[in-house]
């Protein structure tokens, strides 16, 4: 065997080390599932001789153990279906012999076991967890639209319950520390590093006859079966939880999830319920959703935290001090991340009260945090310290990188850059965290160009984990190697983006707001298109977000965009959106959440009461109807939980939409899920086409981490690519589907083309898809 080193010691305790010849991680790969058996029969064969007392497993690798093999589970077509499921049996089937051979087996978790890993460490009598630094435990499959189907649901739900299993960890996807899966009950004692074997091997020693709760007599699954009142009584809520956890977005792996474990609860035989987590993992491994959570989440998130687009020969640099000029709500939270990084912070204003402002917010979030117990008052004494409020220049001279997020006017942000430029040493990185200003323009403004460049963070930046990198035209590669360096010390994901107006993020997001904006000035029921942003998958619907993102700051976009497309002689048809955010702003003063007036109603304390009833009753919203909504809703395959909302929504309070009394012409409900869908991914496309984009893999993470494009999608680019067709989009007369044998195109490009061409023709060609595409 290469990946078990098999290794007993004088009292017959067995310890084996898991440790993959070929990659620096292990994973349920073919070297383990090929070697497996064989460690199974010789453990067997060592325990039936006498010769071995107990087991250890442990890992020879920094982590215990990396989880499923993503490479190969990316390429997991239907056909596959019958082999995977022979895979994983066969997989299971070790796991479990290693669970009933009759002497006590320990997990000795040295580094991080997450996915398969903790699944391996289910399957022993007792975990055993190091105090290393950032282990993490947990089973994050979810996240992945999997489910963990190595005996993780089945034996999560038998140790900690059906309930708090599936709240807590399964349909989460929940990291823990060490400390928090010990208080969970994921794992059963923490031991300094290098105790760890010795801790295993007591217990052993100690407990002679171990074995697992469920193969002991009398065995009942912790809050009973779903058979149980008790439980029976909550059952129904499971299904609007894990709704309400994904909000109505389709994404099978959450429903698949509490299936495995309502399913399997209900069978003694643990066997049986194994099988049934099989079935569901394989039908999850094989689809779509997966595939796209994979690319993204895995593959596209490791190329732009692994410096994808970062230029190759350029040395890394480390940053001590930044320079944070302008401490109002960006720059004060940036100046927080900075100095959480370790570095020392200038945070620099126009007056000391501002500059002092702009340190409190770090004040209270440290406060938070020490009362939450998640630092300590010397950390945070040490944290705040190195943050210098400041109203001069001349402070920023020992400075080797200057951010500058002072209000967003060219004019203003050329005269600040003089100042800076003038202040600093040689070889500062200048960035600036505008959030449109071409930064080609506002490097004009500077002596040193090449070493100008945008570094747009997003709100609140505490929280938002994406940088948004932003090459200008003369950016040099050293500078934009740096500014990935910088980003990288602050434990931020980065894109990397070529300069153009709104850059990707910010000119993308606008497709989706606006697209919910033309459906109100086209006379849509605002409920029901709250209901379909909802649907689609969108983490905030979108006239709910327009009001936190402000109809002020969209109006002056808007403008600037129109003067823009105007002066390059372009016609612009808006949709009817600029006479509603007029009308908005004008006629009703309803700018948004801040002024506690948009879209929706606040009350006092700033929470969402309800749609503003004007909308119907001045905007004159819900005279369209929509069709079919109902029918549309349930045959599209999505929740009935989230149909139930969507239909409530819809009914809500005019009364539109849902029914079959609608004329023959007005638009399905999916066509309202999908149109902010298509708008933000043609538009990407667009950005690819102007190379404002390089890679996919900005695009994808771009746009979900950046700006809430859905998750199960794997981005906007991802979205385009492996397109799948709901069911709900009823293809044109007389056509008949590829995947029915039909020729009409329904997945990937060729059935995103198709159906763009369908949305062009009902809702006007700014659905056209483009050359790129059909080529
Ligand atoms: P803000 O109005 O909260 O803060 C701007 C700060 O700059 C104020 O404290 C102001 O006193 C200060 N300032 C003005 N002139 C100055 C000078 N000469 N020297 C030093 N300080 C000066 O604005 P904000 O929301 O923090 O935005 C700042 C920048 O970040 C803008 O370019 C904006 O487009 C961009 N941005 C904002 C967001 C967001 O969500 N608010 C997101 C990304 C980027």
Avoid at 53 to 64: H, L, R, Y
Avoid at 106 to 133: C, P, Q
Avoid at 428 to 455: H, Q, W
Wanted: net charge negative; proline share 5%; with cysteine.
């Amino acid at each position: 065997m290469s990946m078990f080193k098999w290794d007993q010691d004088g009292d017959g305790i067995v310890t084996i080390t898991m440790d993959d010849p070929n990659q620096p991680v292990n994973t349920m790969n073919d070297t383990f599932q090929g070697e497996l058996p064989e460690l199974v029969e010789k453990l067997q064969g060592a325990v039936e001789s006498g010769e071995a007392k107990g087991v250890v497993i442990t890992s020879a690798k920094k982590t215990f153990f990396a989880g499923g093999d993503i490479k190969s589970m990316i390429k997991s077509t239907p056909e596959d279906a019958e082999a995977i499921t022979k895979q994983i049996n066969g997989m299971k089937a070790g796991l479990r012999a290693i669970e009933t051979l009759g002497v006590p087996v320990v997990a000795a978790i040295n580094g991080a076991a997450l996915g398969g890993g903790l699944e391996i460490a289910l399957a022993t009598h007792h975990r055993i967890a190091s105090d290393a630094k950032g282990l993490k435990v947990g089973l994050p499959e979810v996240t992945l639209g999997l489910l963990p189907g190595g005996g993780g649901v089945t034996r999560v739900v038998r140790m900690l319950g059906i309930q708090d299993a599936l709240m807590k960890v399964l349909t989460t996807g929940r990291q823990f520390r060490a400390e928090d899966a010990l208080k969970t009950g994921l794992i059963d004692e923490v031991a300094p590093a290098d105790q760890l074997i010795d801790a295993a091997k007591k217990w052993i020693k100690e407990n002679p006859e171990a074995s697992q709760p469920w193969d002991q007599k009398g065995f009942k699954i912790p809050g009973g079966t779903p058979t149980n009142p008790q439980l029976a009584q909550f059952l129904p809520s499971f299904p609007a939880n894990v709704t309400k956890q994904i909000k109505g977005a389709p994404m099978p792996a959450p429903k698949a999830i509490l299936k495995a474990a309502v399913e399997g609860a209900q069978l003694k035989n643990i066997e049986e319920a194994l099988a049934v987590e099989t079935r569901y993992f394989v039908e999850l491994v094989t689809g779509t959703t997966s595939k796209n959570m994979m690319q993204a989440f895995f593959f596209d998130l490791q190329y732009c935290n692994g410096g994808g687009s970062r230029p190759k020969d350029v040395e890394k640099k480390q940053f001590k001090k930044l320079g944070m000029v302008g401490a109002g709500m960006m720059g004060a939270a940036i100046a927080y991340v900075a100095a959480k990084a370790g570095m020392e912070v200038v945070l620099k204003d126009i007056k000391m009260e501002a500059a002092e402002k702009g340190k409190s917010y770090s004040e209270g979030l440290e406060a938070k945090a020490l009362k939450r117990g998640k630092t300590t008052e010397e950390k945070s004494k040490a944290l705040l310290d190195r943050i210098k409020p400041s109203v001069d220049y001349s402070d920023l001279s020992d400075c080797d990188i200057v951010i500058e997020a002072v209000f967003e006017n060219t004019e203003l942000k050329h005269k600040v850059w003089a100042e800076i430029e003038a202040a600093v040493p040689e070889d500062c990185v200048l960035g600036s965290n505008t959030s449109t200003l071409p930064i080609t323009e506002l490097a004009t403004g500077v002596k040193r160009p090449k070493d100008f460049i945008g570094i747009h963070f997003f709100s609140p930046v505490d929280k938002m984990p994406l940088v948004e990198i932003i090459k200008g035209e003369e950016t040099s590669d050293e500078t934009l190697a740096a500014a990935l360096d910088f980003t990288g010390q602050i434990r931020k994901t980065p894109i990397v983006v070529n300069d153009s107006r709104g850059f990707y993020t910010s000119r993308v997001i606008g497709f989706f707001l606006n697209e919910a904006m033309r459906m109100l000035a086209e006379g849509i029921d605002p409920a029901v298109i709250e209901a379909a942003g909802r649907q689609a998958g969108y983490p905030a619907p979108p006239l709910q977000l327009q009001d936190e993102l402000n109809l002020k700051l969209a109006r002056k976009i808007g403008s600037e965009t129109r003067a823009a497309q105007e002066a390059a002689g372009l016609t612009v048809d808006d949709g009817g959106v600029t006479e509603i955010v007029d009308k908005m702003l004008d006629v009703y003063d309803r700018p948004g959440k801040l002024e506690g007036k948009g879209f929706y109603e606040y009350n006092e304390e700033g929470r969402r009461t309800g749609l503003w009833r004007g909308l119907w009753d001045e905007l004159g919203a819900g005279k369209v109807k929509v069709a079919d909504g109902e029918s549309t809703v349930a045959g599209s395959g999505l929740d009935s939980a989230a149909a139930g909302a969507a239909q409530k929504a819809a009914a809500d309070p005019s009364g539109v939409a849902a029914g079959s009394n609608v004329p023959a012409d007005a638009p399905a409900f999916i066509d309202l899920v999908e149109r902010p869908l298509f708008a933000e991914a043609l538009e990407t496309q667009k950005c690819i086409d102007e190379g404002v984009l390089t890679s996919d893999a900005d695009a994808n993470i771009g746009s979900i981490m950046g700006i809430g494009f859905p998750a199960w999608t794997g981005g906007t680019r991802q979205y385009i690519k492996n397109y799948d067709r709901p069911a709900a989009a009823t293809l044109p007369e007389g056509k008949v589907a590829d995947r029915d044998g039909g020729d009409y195109p329904t997945r990937g490009v060729a059935g995103f083309v198709a159906r763009a061409e369908e949305l062009a023709a009902k809702y006007g060609e700014r659905f056209t898809p483009l050359e790129s595409l059909k080529k």
